[in-house]
């Protein structure tokens, strides 16, 4: 790692920035990033990656005051790290700021509140509960495929109201999403025609009369009809409910599970108290978290400690490196159930932005490991492999056998 003192490539460079040389989207750091992560974060509070031409703030502290401080750190001029998508995904929720992107959030979290998602949650218990006893019964299962994906794909299409065709396709397109935020590497330009897909699906299909009467999606043409939003709108955020609920929640349930098979005494903890099971998910969020990180646009310059960033700069907010930030957490790697701060990671983000789904990812989640607790007191691993994608960490398959 070296150190700039004078300007280079198109951003004009402040003094005593450490420059890296590292890909953060390379095949074998997407697949191992921490030993990056730690080199970065060591480097300082801010590094400038010299491949993508942007700034990267990958400590604790540091992330969480650059996603707490959206007046400087835009989302209105794009999170993704090419250019085509943060044109192409403007005015989405995930990607505005201020005044309009209070009023669109307002309108989405609507059915995603505590006490909204109340009658929800004991169909998704139930549902869990069945689907378990089905997997257990059988003896071994992907966690990764017959467990976590059943829940986000039957429950949460549902609650949208999404029409029956194309629905099988939203794993697929919400993988390619993810892909797209990345830069412009050969993974984000094969997932381009993927996402069209899906574009065109909420566009084309989701309007009234096909879509499920009462349901999430009817709940945002209703608010247009009020005037709360711009139907244009209204249909785009049919994306928000589609492309961040499934993926995420599946990935962080599969990373759970073979966190619980490396570690069976932390299993053998949650069975003794299942109310460790809120904590247990923050740390397997945490230590894995699903979503790696997305960028910020700097409207202004911007001191983090000492170092400076420079206004009309980007710069990439390391969720996953910030919860894995040996400043913050005593023995980051380990996977530790009762550990009293878990729940300060930043996995669902922080500030305007966090996730608006988080409560539902925990009720499908914690329903799920509930239901795991009364019948398995041990996960064998078997063969797993990994996801590779520019935004998500977790498994592809995490195959196991229960005892
Ligand atoms: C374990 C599961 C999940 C994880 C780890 C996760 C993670 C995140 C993160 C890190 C962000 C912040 C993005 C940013 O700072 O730019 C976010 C935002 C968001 N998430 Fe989630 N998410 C999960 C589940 C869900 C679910 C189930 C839904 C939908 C029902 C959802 C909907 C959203 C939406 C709409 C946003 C944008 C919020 C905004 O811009 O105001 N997420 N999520």
């Known amino acids: ?31 191992n990033p921490w030993p990056i992560y730690r080199a970065i974060r060591d480097a300082g509070p801010i590094v400038y990656l010299d491949k993508l031409q942007m700034f990267v703030v990958a400590r604790f502290n540091e992330a969480r005051e650059a996603l707490g401080t959206a007046s400087v750190f835009s989302s209105a001029h794009g999170v993704m790290m090419n250019q085509p998508m943060n044109e192409s995904t403007k005015g989405m929720l995930l990607c505005s700021d201020g005044a309009e992107h209070q009023q669109m959030r307002r309108v989405l979290m609507k059915p995603l509140v505590p006490s909204a998602l109340r009658d929800l949650k004991d169909t998704i218990s139930i549902e869990a509960e069945a689907l378990v006893d089905r997997l257990v019964t059988r003896g071994n299962f992907d966690a990764a495929t017959d467990l976590a994906q059943y829940l986000p794909v039957a429950i949460v299409s549902h609650a949208v109201g999404l029409p029956e065709e194309g629905r099988e396709k939203m794993l697929e397109w919400a993988i390619a999403g993810f892909n797209c935020a990345g830069p412009m590497n050969q993974r984000t330009i094969n997932s381009f025609g993927t996402l069209k897909g899906s574009i065109d699906y909420a566009l084309g299909e989701c309007v009234r009369g096909k879509l499920k009467p009462g349901s999430w999606g009817e709940m945002l043409l209703d608010a247009a009809d009020r005037g709360e939003l711009p139907i244009e709108k209204a249909k785009t955020m049919m994306l928000d409910y589609m492309g961040p609920s499934l993926d995420t929640t599946i990935l962080a349930t599969s990373s759970a599970i073979w966190l619980f098979a490396q570690n069976p005494d932390q299993w053998d903890l949650v069975c003794q108290d ?22 910020r646009y700097a409207l202004a310059e911007h001191t983090f400690n000492d170092a400076v960033v420079p206004a009309s700069s980007r710069v990439i907010v390391l969720n996953g490196s910030a919860n ?45 490991l509930t239901s795991l607790a009364k019948r398995v007191r041990r996960f064998e691993l078997g063969k797993t492999e990994r996801l590779l994608n520019n935004t998500l960490r977790g498994f592809k398959n995490v195959e196991v056998t229960v005892h």
């Open 1 to 31: 790692m070296q150190t700039v003192t004078e300007g280079k490539g198109t951003t004009k460079m402040p003094k005593s920035i450490p420059v890296s040389e590292a890909d953060i989207y390379s095949d074998e750091t997407l697949l």
């Open 274 to 295: 299942p109310s460790l099971i809120p904590n247990a998910i923050n740390e397997a969020i945490r230590i894995e978290s699903p979503i790696q990180g997305f960028s």
């Open 324 to 368: 894995r930030d040996e400043r913050k957490w005593d023995s980051p790697e380990t996977f530790h159930v009762r550990r009293k701060n878990a729940s300060e990671h930043v996995g669902f983000g922080y500030g305007e932005h966090v996730c608006a789904g988080m409560n539902l990812a925990r009720l499908e989640i914690t329903a799920l």
